[in-house]
């Protein structure tokens, strides 16, 4: 923010107070960051390729290079996307997560594995600085469930993987006061 927009991107940094910033997510995950310490905030879509791609850390960087973050200070909360259980890639974009960490694929040997978007930011996180406890998932308190899956959950989400190209979107939003 405060600088010319460019013609495309999925993330943004601020420090300035009163202003709103978001990400909108069906499937793909809105990433919300805030450094409590250094007042600045950040928001980025991650699907699938922008994970791969880095918007997480490139998020990161952007606080620590504009503003002076450091990721220790850094908390990111990771919205609602699909889960491993309901998300499959081709097996060579699934083999790029399996190169992030193997617990981010399942049944690798299959024509679509199964990928976990999630985790896949968290390890990517982490190997940037942010502290685990840092790093916080949506959930609906008292529920057995640690993360909840857009597909698996009409009730609450969107999801193009369930609904196809007519679906909605979530959005997660954050400002300084």
Request: hydrophobic share 40%; with cysteine.
């Amino acid at each position: 923010m405060g600088k010319p927009a460019p013609d495309s991107y999925d993330g943004m940094v601020t420090n300035q107070v009163g202003v709103v910033i978001a990400a909108p997510g069906a499937d793909c995950m809105p990433l919300l960051f805030t450094d409590p310490v250094a007042k600045v905030i950040g928001v980025a879509h991650a699907g699938w390729k922008g994970t791969l791609m880095g918007i997480a850390m490139a998020t990161v960087n952007a606080m620590v290079s504009e503003f002076g973050s450091r990721p220790a200070d850094i908390v990111c909360v990771i919205g609602p996307s699909v889960g491993p259980c309901c998300f499959t890639l081709e097996r060579d974009s699934a083999r790029e997560f399996h190169a992030i960490h193997p617990d981010c694929v399942r049944h690798m040997d299959s024509s679509r594995p199964y990928v976990d978007i999630r985790l896949a930011t968290r390890i990517l996180l982490a190997r940037g600085g942010i502290k685990a406890e840092h790093m916080e998932d949506i959930r609906i308190p008292d529920q057995s469930e640690s993360t909840l899956c857009t597909s698996c959950h009409p009730e609450l989400f969107f999801s193009h993987v369930r609904d196809g190209p007519n679906f909605g979107t979530q959005i997660g939003f954050v400002w300084i006061k």
